[in-house]
């Protein structure tokens, strides 16, 4: 028989998990691990809610397990760590984003991309190196290996860092990458939820023009006078879309349900990239002749390695690059999620872990 969650670990700790597909959260006593020799052990103050948090509290994706602690956007302070941490004190202020392990030893976590390791453990629902579950940020404590912890900037207020962490790297990454970082490009976002208003800020503080493409006409004023977009196109308004074809130098699609990728294609020009960050569940229609008319590019990219997180963090301290948040105290969850499904948020909602949940300790 499996120990209770409670006693697997020497450390008392308390969370809000799901215990079935319906995804009602609520109080969880659980256990942390103690704070190995390369252990960062951290008080957590803040969480961000992912959509992904919303996808695995119900099951939809097909691989949770339970009882399951959701988050993976969490900030605090150190408290504790392991006799061998060569980069972190107690005080620090640190995050912890999508995954807590990898191999260390295939080309990817060589390269610092962990996030592409076949191996990687994610931050909750996985099965660490000891053959326990991990659990994620809605709860009291953290422990992670220093190598998948980063330094948060004093600069950057923790609730601010928190999103940053999943939906600031999954836009951050694929800029960088493709190219798209460079001043005077031309930069279109899909989509402007937690990761398209994301992408519009960090796309702006890299010196692009930015679209906005969305579904929706009422979010025009949000996206161009609040966020900063220089353009915004409806994506069903077909003489706009037609007027702005071989426009786009690159275009980051955070969108997540089904949608048409032909018109998005027709925007880039020649050698254009178009980049896929949202994950829908049905595959989507690829038409080719486009690509391969204009010499263009589809692609995809997963949040990213820890050096690039860590140098994203920064880069957002140094330049203002802030999520805009709803904080709400943790007995909020089970609406908030509610309000999640609805795309009722903007943009983001962060957990204050720490003024309202009632600790272990």
């Not at 961000?48 to 302070?77: F, R």
């Not at 391969?292 to 140094?318: H, Y």
Request: a negative charge; proline letters at 5%; hydrophobic letters at 40%.
């Amino acid at each position: 028989m499996a120990t209770q969650p409670e006693f697997e670990h020497p450390n008392k700790a308390i969370g809000f998990a799901a215990r079935d597909p319906s995804g009602l959260l609520s109080p969880f006593n659980f256990s942390r691990r103690k704070t190995g020799e390369k252990d960062v052990a951290f008080k957590v103050l803040y969480c961000g809610i992912c959509h992904s948090d919303l996808h695995m509290v119900k099951n939809e994706w097909g691989v949770s397990t339970y009882p399951l602690v959701p988050g993976h956007e969490i900030a605090g302070i150190v408290t504790e760590v392991g006799s061998k941490v060569e980069n972190f004190k107690v005080g620090d202020r640190v995050g912890v984003g999508c995954m807590v392990d990898s191999c260390r030893t295939c080309q990817n976590c060589e390269d610092n991309l962990e996030n592409y390791c076949s191996k990687y453990t994610l931050t909750y629902s996985a099965k660490y190196s000891d053959g326990t579950i991990t659990y994620g940020g809605y709860s009291d404590s953290m422990v992670a290996d220093e190598h998948f912890v980063v330094h948060i900037p004093d600069g950057l207020p923790l609730e601010a860092a928190a999103p940053l962490l999943c939906a600031g790297i999954t836009v951050y990454s694929p800029l960088k990458y493709f190219g798209l970082n460079k001043p005077g490009l031309h930069i279109g976002v899909v989509g402007l939820g937690g990761l398209g208003h994301m992408a519009v800020k960090f796309a702006k503080a890299f010196g692009a023009n930015v679209t906005v493409i969305s579904t929706s006409p009422n979010k025009e004023k949000e996206a161009i006078e609040h966020l900063g977009a220089d353009t915004f196109l409806i994506s069903h308004d077909q003489d706009k879309m037609q007027a702005a074809i071989g426009t786009l130098d690159g275009i980051i699609d955070t969108v997540s349900a089904t949608h048409a990728l032909l018109p998005l294609i027709g925007l880039l020009k020649s050698h254009g990239k178009l980049v896929m960050v949202g994950a829908p569940e049905k595959p989507l229609e690829l038409p080719l002749f486009p690509l391969i008319m204009g010499r263009k590019l589809i692609a995809g990219s997963g949040i990213g390695g820890m050096k690039e997180t860590q140098e994203m963090i920064d880069f957002a301290a140094k330049h203002n690059v802030k999520p805009d948040i709803e904080v709400i105290p943790v007995d909020y969850v089970n609406t908030a999620m509610e309000r999640l499904v609805k795309a009722d948020v903007k943009y983001r909602f962060v957990i204050d872990i720490g003024n309202t949940l009632k600790t272990s300790s």
